[in-house]
């Protein structure tokens, strides 16, 4: 391998590109009262959830799957809310004038995505988009990365995964490729740092730093 790396580059979206937390804490709520009824939905629970698809994050908490279409139209209603992590623009713009592809990999529909992206201008600074519903099986499995991967004609040596889960450095590394940790993002720090991940940054601005250094590969 030569010492340009990475060679592409796989994000994770909410927590690592967006700041979109209180969007779905609001849009939760929202479809757990209109499915479940009165009290407070487990939100926090769901949150150690995050990278897969809903649906599927549903049957696992026990929570009636009628949640999901509510809760994507009230997301859908407050997108304009949702804010780019500091940083972010900046390490998508690094990335794509050092010639490095990027995609985004998420839990969230293609469609979501897209809207979300858009929403906090990111959209134009990735070279492709993977959502959950263009894969057969989410994260923790490799599926959605090799889908990225193939969006942006890269190989998994020399790519890294970027992620704010386990989930993610879990499918990163079952895709093959190199993990970095997003520590800003909303995973546990002591977790993600189990995964040993072979690159561990607390902001976008260290993460950027991290990957244009060209030094060659991490150890």
Same mark, same amino acid.
């Given at each position: 391998?030569?010492?340009l790396w990475?060679?592409?580059?796989?994000?994770? @979206?909410?927590?690592?590109?967006i700041d979109?937390?209180?969007?779905?804490?609001?849009?939760?709520?929202?479809?757990?009262?209109?499915?479940?009824?009165?009290?407070?939905?487990?939100?926090?629970?769901?949150?150690?959830?995050?990278? !897969?698809?809903?649906?599927?994050?549903?049957?696992?908490?026990? @929570?009636?799957?009628?949640?999901?279409?509510?809760?994507?139209?009230?997301?859908?209603?407050?997108?304009?809310?949702?804010?780019?992590?500091?940083?972010?623009?900046?390490?998508?713009?690094?990335?794509?004038?050092?010639?490095?592809?990027?995609?985004?990999?998420?839990?969230?529909?293609?469609?979501?995505?897209?809207?979300?992206?858009?929403?906090?201008?990111?959209? /134009? @600074?990735? /070279?492709?988009?993977?959502?959950?519903?263009?894969?057969?099986?989410?994260?923790?499995?490799?599926?959605?990365?090799?889908?990225?991967?193939?969006?942006?004609?890269?190989?998994?040596?020399?790519?890294?995964?970027?992620?704010?889960?386990?989930l993610d450095?879990?499918?990163?590394?079952?895709?093959?490729?190199?993990?970095?940790?997003?520590?800003?993002?909303?995973?546990?720090?002591?977790?993600?740092?189990?995964? !040993?991940?072979?690159?561990?940054?607390?902001?976008?601005?260290?993460?950027?730093?991290?990957? @244009?250094? !060209?030094?060659?590969?991490?150890?």
């Amino acid at each position: 391998m030569s010492d340009l790396w990475p060679r592409a580059v796989v994000l994770d @979206l909410d927590g690592v590109l967006i700041d979109s937390i209180h969007v779905m804490r609001r849009a939760f709520q929202r479809a757990y009262d209109l499915t479940v009824g009165e009290g407070e939905a487990p939100f926090e629970e769901y949150l150690t959830h995050l990278g !897969r698809h809903m649906p599927d994050t549903l049957a696992i908490m026990g @929570l009636p799957v009628g949640m999901y279409e509510p809760f994507v139209v009230e997301s859908r209603k407050l997108v304009h809310e949702i804010e780019p992590c500091p940083g972010a623009a900046e390490l998508l713009a690094g990335l794509r004038e050092a010639g490095v592809p990027t995609a985004v990999a998420t839990g969230k529909t293609h469609g979501r995505a897209v809207e979300a992206l858009s929403a906090t201008g990111l959209l /134009d @600074l990735v /070279d492709a988009v993977c959502g959950s519903d263009e894969v057969a099986h989410g994260k923790p499995a490799p599926d959605i990365v090799l889908l990225a991967l193939e969006k942006i004609g890269a190989a998994a040596d020399g790519a890294v995964m970027v992620g704010d889960s386990a989930l993610d450095l879990r499918a990163g590394r079952a895709a093959g490729t190199r993990t970095a940790a997003g520590l800003w993002g909303q995973g546990d720090r002591e977790e993600l740092l189990a995964h !040993r991940p072979e690159l561990v940054a607390g902001s976008c601005a260290e993460l950027a730093a991290l990957l @244009l250094r !060209r030094e060659g590969t991490p150890a």
